[in-house]
């Protein structure tokens, strides 16, 4: 992700959730190129396309405006929460879809789809977040790299910043989160 505005980003994050008239509209000029690149990559694994990058960047910026009262601690945590956003938007389209068909399970994500977080089917992205949700229960941090990993497509150092930990702990968060996962999806 791009370091350039980030002090600016910040800055109108806390002039955001203090109510500052035009924070916002700012605060969408500077962030809209970074919320579509990771919409965009969410967009390619997403299948038949029911929804637009657009539409996905303004229905998560559209809750993340709902979400003023945030204590928005940096540009990393602003986009952070935009990429789970998007993700809760992405799984409750595919849950939708899903809801009208009858029959077996969602089928099983392989290892390299896993790690590379490719859906392919719309059943593939409820697993892989019945998974995340699961990862969430048992190791919070875990399930809060992966997203920020994969979804918000942040390094090992920004990641490390906004959770006040090391670089080589999140590599090792990393890791484990992805043996885990491969457990999981392979049960």
């Known amino acids: 992700m791009q370091s350039s505005g980030g002090s600016e980003i910040t800055r109108l994050l806390c002039a955001f959730s203090n109510g500052e008239p035009g924070a916002d509209a700012r605060l969408m000029e500077l962030t809209y190129r970074e919320l579509r690149k990771i919409a965009a990559g969410l967009m390619r694994r997403e299948p038949g396309r029911s929804l637009q990058t657009t539409e996905l960047v303004h229905e998560a910026y559209l809750r993340l405006v709902d979400q003023a009262a945030t204590s928005w601690r940096d540009r990393a945590h602003f986009f952070q929460v935009a990429a789970h956003m998007m993700r809760e938007i992405l799984?409750?389209?595919a849950r939708k879809r899903n809801a009208g068909k009858r029959g077996g399970g969602a089928p099983e994500v392989t290892l390299d789809?896993?790690?590379?977080f490719v859906a392919a089917q719309s059943a593939d992205l409820l697993v892989l977040d019945e998974a995340l949700t699961r990862?969430?229960?048992r190791d919070a941090r875990q399930c809060q790299v992966v997203e920020m990993r994969f979804f918000a497509g942040m390094s090992e150092d920004e990641i490390a910043k906004v959770l006040g930990v090391s670089a080589?702990?999140?590599?090792?968060?990393?890791r484990m989160a992805r043996a885990w996962l491969y457990a999981e999806l392979h049960q």
């Open 91 to 93: 799984v409750d389209r």
């Open 113 to 116: 789809r896993a790690l590379d």
């Open 135 to 137: 990862l969430q229960s």
């Open 168 to 174: 080589r702990t999140v590599n090792r968060e990393w």
